[in-house]
């Protein structure tokens, strides 16, 4: 269990989603459905993982979310404040959303504007016509918050993939989000990139409340949310958390998703050996191994 989750306030919603549905038109005006009907809502400081096959409509959702379009039925409610349906909103409520809501991209090299780290992260505070002390302040909180203070003065494109996008995170953050999305944004990394960012998605989440949507390929990533939402063919298609979902493996495998490795791993070893306890809460890859050495030391086994 994660140490603050019993401090999540399930009554409030942060942000509700009702019946949402929205279609693309190609060239010759055919509408295709990416999303339909789908309405969920999440708490504020609740870590939600959005897994779906490609084409399942994820990106779309967080463009709906961040009003970057807006639905063609349906309603989103932000802290209760109906904040986008089909009605054309006015700039004001999407600037505010947009700053309520952050969003980080794939890849980084779309999100990074400026040359030197600290001037990237200033950008948005600067353009909110925030102070240039309180910009001062942000940047050097929110370069601490991602682990990337001592990289202040470095030039943005020198950076790893992995620092790249904690310096976008650091962008979003310094705009004071209340909730950030993070579209598939560890895709493009390498596996200790991956291992920063979501170590600097868990802190956010953890230390500073922020509410995270995690659109994620990665079954292990999802595992450390709170919530897995599944979105297949632009439907929801199941919501629980981790160990509900992926205790359906069947389930998953059916809209072309799998379990994740460590999770099927000690399934298959509680079924195996006699005594061996699946824990109550799923593992990454390396506390995956440090359970099952604990387990195997309980029960006397020997795991050469
Ligand atoms: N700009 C677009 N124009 C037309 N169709 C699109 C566009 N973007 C996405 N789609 C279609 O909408 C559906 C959902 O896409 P998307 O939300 O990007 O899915 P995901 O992020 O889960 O891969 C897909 O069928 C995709 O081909
Ligand atoms: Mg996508």
């Known amino acids: 269990m994660k140490e603050n989750s019993g401090s999540i306030d399930i009554k409030t919603p942060f942000i509700e989603v009702r019946d949402l549905a929205f279609a693309y038109e190609d060239a010759d005006g055919r509408r295709h459905e990416a999303l339909r009907g789908v309405s969920l809502s999440i708490p504020k400081g609740q870590f939600v993982a959005v897994l779906g096959h490609n084409g399942s409509g994820k990106s779309t959702f ?8 807006l639905p063609d039925k349906g309603e989103i409610y932000v802290d209760g404040e109906l904040v986008s349906s089909p009605v054309e909103p006015d700039e004001d409520t ?7 809501i952050g969003m980080v991209h794939q890849n980084p ?3 990074i504007v400026a040359s030197v780290v600290e001037e990237d992260v200033a950008f948005g505070p600067e353009n909110l016509g925030v102070a240039p002390d309180e910009i001062r302040r942000r940047v050097d909180a929110s370069l601490d ?16 993939g992995g620092q790249k996008q904690r310096v976008a995170v650091a962008g979003v953050i310094a705009m004071l989000p209340e909730c950030i999305i993070f ?7 390498d596996p200790s990139g991956r291992r920063d960012v979501m170590k600097t998605i868990q802190y956010l989440n953890r230390e500073r409340g922020i509410t995270i949507i995690h659109i994620t ?18 439907e929801l298609y199941l919501d629980g958390t981790p160990d509900e979902i992926f205790s359906r493996p069947d ?6 998703l799998d379990v994740p490795q460590s999770v099927s791993l000690l399934h298959e070893l509680a079924r195996s050996v006699e ?19 604990m387990e195997f030391d309980r029960l006397g086994i020997s795991a050469r």
């Open 62 to 69: 967080a463009k709906l979310l961040n009003m970057i379009l």
């Open 94 to 100: 999407i600037f505010a959303v947009r700053r309520r």
């Open 109 to 111: 090299d779309n999100q």
């Open 145 to 160: 918050a991602v682990g990337m203070r001592e990289y202040a003065l470095a030039t943005t494109s020198h950076l790893s």
């Open 183 to 189: 579209d598939e944004s560890t895709s493009m990394l």
């Open 217 to 234: 390929h990665d079954m292990s990533e999802a595992a450390l949310a709170d919530r897995v939402v599944v979105l297949s063919d632009g």
């Open 251 to 256: 389930k998953l495998r059916a809209v072309a």
């Open 275 to 293: 005594g061996f306890r699946v824990p109550d809460c799923i593992k990454d890859a390396e506390e995956c191994a440090e359970y099952i050495s």
